[in-house]
């Protein structure tokens, strides 16, 4: 199997060419998506499903495009995220947000471009490629919808400045950040005709990676600095939005996530194929610093 | 074949009922979603491309999901349009916009949920069709994206407060509005299965329509009332924005419009085909108060 890193690589060649040279009058509105598309994310979601692929078949560079469309997906919902009417954020990656730089308008467009080109890029891989396809992407984009992504982002805007129970937390994070890293996975597994039991593994230990994704980012929010996180540190206090640690503390915090990343270690062990760079990216997401 | 009327309530019909007693936690997304959706448009853009279907094959049912997923693409983008950092509209159909009821970040996200549930609704009905399906849904996605109406609106939001050519408010005027609704009537007649011949006349039957539709918009915002529109009268005006009055003046834009209109019967008499349903409805954007 190829090292994580070369993956990362192929990915982001991909994605950084993606958008060269495109536009003529709307030239900005590319400017714009290609600014928070390539301003140096880790990549985890596209890496998670090229890895899981991987466990199957071996040629991965296939799936690149279904894994930038959810790189797409997943930057579209950064964009949206930050503007003034969401949370407000300056920062991203230690740099200007998209409206910081392109103004407002144009970052509302830059996500709505996003998500469209996801679609655009997905529907034409579709139209040459088998049934598999097609079930890898409806797992996908139900993930990014109401029952998804913009579910959990509705919570989490209605949460503010109110109290909400574990079980409500504990959806909006699934929802939030949960279900694109767990459909990911299963996207990956089912482009890769995965045997079902494994599909079904894989969905667990997508769901538990999810949830110790988001209680990791809730951790670091409270310990990091902005510096180190690239982004507003204390976020969610400033908010006063409930998350993980207003609930359960910062120790418990620690002890869940490296408790779901065990499980998540053991899930991948039932599995008889070669898990190891899954599993090494599960401990990279544990002890991440950003 | 059926008759307009019938048709337009089967499509409210099917969006009537599309969002109810969804969701748990994330309610709130549903009702602002269903809020716009359903609050009297016009159905244009789903008419024409069952319109255009019903002139192949008579099961037009068949098709309103595909029909139902551009109406929601319409609503995303009008809900996002109407945003302050948009067009900063308080009314739309006579009634106040989504963020005036549900605030700026439901809005957003409501525009996000509508978008991707119309994916989601496309992909569910790529998964049992056959490949004219994913043809039809891959010419939508285009229109809606960064090359159509992401594009156009673009265009448009940089060219507040600027004098921009001829070219490029054709431009803009064609990708803003036209590419949906040309989008519409192609994939209506690739869902109906009719000859290449016939796809390219409709192609430029829509292109013609779409252009026709924009400037009669730009007509109506010129000689129309607030009352009579439903939303805010002398738009463009009031945000200094160029368009087919400001360039060409009103009564070359009623020209142009008639024009228009009339190259669009003279393409649709020339297909083998009982036109009469699309020449109808042609003739009704034309002369339309709103």
Redesign the interface.
Same mark, same amino acid.
Do not use: R, W
């Given at each position: 199997m190829t090292c994580i890193k070369k993956i990362k690589s192929n990915i982001d060649m991909w994605l950084e060419n993606y958008f060269e040279n495109? =536009? /003529? @009058? &709307?030239k900005?509105?590319?400017e714009a998506?290609n600014y928070s598309l390539n301003i140096g994310g880790k990549r985890i979601r596209p890496l998670l499903m090229i890895l899981t692929y991987s466990m199957y078949k071996d040629n991965y560079k296939e799936i690149i495009p279904v894994a930038g469309a959810v790189e797409m997906i997943h930057t579209?919902s950064l964009i949206?995220d930050d #503007?003034?009417?969401?949370d407000n954020d300056d920062l991203r990656r230690g740099k200007p947000t998209n409206h910081k730089v392109f103004? !407002?308008?144009?970052a #509302?467009?830059a996500?709505? =471009?996003l #998500?469209? !080109?996801a679609?655009?890029v997905?529907? &034409?891989y579709?139209?040459y490629k088998d *049934?598999e396809a097609? !079930?890898a992407?409806?797992v996908i984009? &139900?993930a990014?919808? /109401? !029952?998804g992504m913009? =579910? =959990?982002? /509705?919570?989490d *805007? #209605?949460s503010e400045n109110k109290e909400i129970s574990k079980e409500?937390l504990q @959806?909006?994070h699934k929802?939030k950040t949960g279900a694109i890293i767990k459909s990911s996975i299963i996207a990956g597994a089912i482009l890769g005709k995965a045997p079902k039991k494994d599909i079904n593994d894989l969905s667990l230990y997508g769901e538990k990676l999810g949830l110790a994704f988001q209680i990791r980012d809730d951790i670091l929010d409270v310990i990091g600095t902005t510096e180190e996180l690239g982004k507003q540190a204390k976020k969610d206090e400033i908010d006063e939005k409930t998350n993980y640690i207003t609930v359960y503390g910062l120790e418990k915090c620690q002890y869940l996530c490296e408790k779901l990343t065990d499980e998540c270690i053991d899930i991948l062990n039932k599995i008889p194929k070669d898990t190891s760079k899954l599993k090494e990216i599960t401990n990279t997401l544990l002890y991440r610093k950003k």
């Open positions: 495109k =536009g /003529t @009058y &709307n900005k509105i590319y998506m579209y949206h #503007l003034p009417c969401m103004g !407002e308008a144009i #509302l467009l996500g709505d =471009g #998500l469209s !080109e679609m655009n997905i529907i &034409n579709c139209s *049934i097609i !079930e992407c409806k984009f &139900n990014a919808g /109401t !029952e913009v =579910g =959990g982002q /509705t919570v *805007i #209605l409500e @959806y909006m929802k």
